[in-house]
């Protein structure tokens, strides 16, 4: 059984997408958000996984869950302050 996941304001869909597509998106989202909002991403490359971690890290986000499922690759970021 899964666990819940969090909730988010806005959603990302990568789908289909390769790299570098997917973190321009998410970036330009986030850029556009408030301090503390939440961005869920939805993608499928694989390079998203070290993309998103690094993109945290280095601009101040949060990336608060990450799920693994059937070459589907979900991530939650709250976006820093």
């Known amino acids: 059984m899964d666990a819940e996941a969090p909730e988010f304001d806005c959603c990302v869909d990568a789908v289909g997408l390769l790299c570098p597509e997917p973190l321009m998106i998410v970036r330009n989202r986030v850029r556009e958000m408030a301090a503390g909002e939440v961005v869920r991403i939805v993608a499928t490359d ?5 993309d998103f971690t690094n993109f ?7 990336l608060i869950e990450r799920r693994v499922a059937d070459g589907r690759f979900e991530f939650w970021i709250r976006k820093g302050g």
């Open 46 to 50: 694989p390079s998203t996984e070290r």
């Open 56 to 62: 945290c890290r280095f601009m101040g986000h949060a």
